[in-house]
T-cell receptor
Framework: NAGVTQTPKFRVLKTGQSMTLLCAQD?????MYWYRQDPGMGLRLIHY???????AKGEVPDGYNVSRLKKQNFLLGLESAAPSQTSVYFC??????????????FGQGTRLTVV | GNSVTQMEGPVTLSEEAFLTINCTYT??????LFWYVQYPGEGLQLLLK?????DKGSNKGFEATYRKETTSFHLEKGSVQVSDSAVYFC??????????????FGQGTILTVHP
């Protein structure tokens, strides 16, 4: 069972470079999320999607863009990377939010360093 | 907006000690509450959940009770093992308004268990 797969797992970028993180899920989930994890700050929601073709901003959306062209994929883009975007990025998906309150499944994470 | 506050860590215990990790929340409506665990180098996994007041979630010897009157969801385990060493995250999910579908996390508590 693949579940939620993130690529790449590690990346080093120079300031100003761009990149796209890919998240793929094979569980036919409607909801997908991108979080960043920083020491002492838990997970903060960057963007999320409630279905194919839809996206919405989370808590910390600045500097990031997302797209959900296919239901199984959720892409996170950094147009011009900054050192403040050094973090571990997690993708998650779930079948539905309330009232079903189903479990969110997480990928293994992408460790991004911007120098 | 929604928020989750966890006790400060790190927490260091000896094997077979009793564990409590405090979690309190602020939310509109009637949230569902979760504990997620992150083992070293891995993504987050759901540990347990509770979807309404007075519900008790339990799994792998861990328990947490949804206390609406104190807005709390404290995690407990009677006898910890070295294999329980991980980062624990409290989280909530609400069903209404602008927070629909968003999973909000606490900052995480690092637990280290020594033999």
């Amino acid at each position: 069972n693949a579940g939620v797969t993130q690529t790449p797992k590690f990346r080093v970028l120079k300031t100003g470079q761009s990149m796209t993180l890919l998240c793929a899920q094979d569980m036919n989930h409607e909801y997908m999320y991108w979080y960043r994890q920083d020491p002492g700050m838990g997970l903060r929601l960057i963007h999320y999607s409630v279905g194919e073709g839809t996206t919405a901003k989370g808590e910390v959306p600045d500097g990031y863009n997302v797209s959900r062209l296919k239901k199984q994929n959720f892409l996170l883009g950094l147009e011009s990377a900054a050192p403040s975007q050094t973090s571990v990025y997690f993708c998650a998906s779930s079948y539905s939010p309330p009232p079903a309150n189903t479990e969110a499944f997480f990928g293994q994470g992408t460790r991004l360093t911007v120098v | 907006g929604n928020s989750v506050t966890q006790m400060e860590g790190p927490v260091t215990l000896s094997e077979e000690a009793f564990l409590t990790i405090n979690c309190t929340y602020t939310a509109t409506g009637y949230p569902s509450l979760f504990w997620y665990v992150q083992y070293p180098g891995e993504g987050l996994q759901l540990l347990l959940k509770a979807t309404k007041a007075d519900d008790k979630g339990s799994n792998k010897g861990f328990e947490a009770t949804y206390r609406k009157e104190t807005t709390s969801f404290h995690l407990e385990k009677g006898s910890v093992q070295v294999s329980d060493s991980a980062v624990y995250f409290c989280a909530l999910l609400t069903g209404g308004g602008t927070s629909y579908g968003k999973l909000t996390f606490g900052q995480g508590t690092i637990l280290t268990v020594h033999p």
